[in-house]
T-cell receptor, first 115, second 111 residues
Framework: KAGVTQTPRYLIKTRGQQVTLSCSPI?????VSWYQQTPGQGLQFLFE???????NKGNFPGRFSGRQFSNSRSEMNVSTLELGDSALYLC??????????????FGPGTRLTVL | GQQVMQIPQYQHVQEGEDFTTYCNSS?????IQWYKQRPGGHPVFLIQ?????EVKKQKRLTFQFGEAKKNSSLHITATQTTDVGTYFC???????????FGQGTRLTINP
């Protein structure tokens, strides 16, 4: 079974631009969560989508948004980029739903650098 | 909001020595998960503990969940160079499908 894939793997943007990151979960997984990882803040939860609906949201500004498609693939968008948005963005999938395990399967991440 | 704290932040050991990382939550957890992230890699699920006082072993790794379900530990016996990485604990925020991660303990090993 293929793992979680994320594209692109690396991205360089300048302040003020916007960016869209993509995540394809493991086949059969309906839950996708996004995390921001930085050396100073560790792993911070951004949001979780399940069956195309946002179920939970972390404490990030409205510049961070996401969506999920009917095939469970998810995208996250960051508008008006700031230098502090430079980070590794990880998505994680799990089956989700009643009775499923909590184990999250992480993708390789997208390394975003904002100049 | 819920906070999950891990100590130590860094640990350097000689190969063959033991290693322990501790995790404390500000609230009672329904379960706790542990992940390992190798340098340059992504977090990989190790284990989930659910019951109060639960102890689970995976070869040289021993995981414990406290009686009050607010703390946990990971102990590695006789470390090997393959154990290098950052170990994270994570607990679900009460009432939410949201994992709160500890800051992680970065383990380095002198061969």
């Amino acid at each position: 079974k293929a793992g979680v894939t994320q594209t692109p793997r690396y991205l360089i943007k300048t302040r003020g631009q916007q960016v869209t990151l993509s995540c394809s979960p493991i086949s059969g997984h309906r839950s996708v969560s996004w995390y921001q990882q930085t050396p100073g803040q560790g792993l911070q939860f951004l949001f979780e989508y399940f069956s195309e609906t946002q179920r939970n949201k972390g404490n990030f500004p409205g510049r961070f948004s996401g969506r999920q498609f009917s095939n469970s693939r998810s995208e996250m968008n960051v508008s008006t980029l700031e230098l502090g948005d430079s980070a590794l963005y990880l998505c994680a999938s799990r089956r989700g739903g009643t009775g499923s395990t909590n184990e999250q399967f992480f993708g390789p991440g997208t390394r975003l650098t904002v100049l | 909001g819920q906070q999950v704290m891990q100590i130590p932040q860094y640990q350097h050991v000689q190969e063959g020595e033991d290693f322990t990382t501790y995790c404390n939550s500000s609230t009672t957890l329904s379960n706790i998960q542990w992940y390992k992230q190798r340098p340059g890699g992504h977090p990989v699920f190790l284990i989930q503990l659910v019951k109060s006082g639960e102890v689970k072993k995976q070869k040289r790794l021993t995981f414990q969940f406290g009686e009050a379900k607010k703390n946990s530990s990971l102990h590695i016996t006789a470390t090997q160079t393959t154990d290098v990485g950052t170990y994270f604990c994570a607990g679900p925020e009460r009432g939410a499908q949201k994992l709160v991660f500890g800051q992680g303990t970065r383990l380095t090993i002198n061969p």
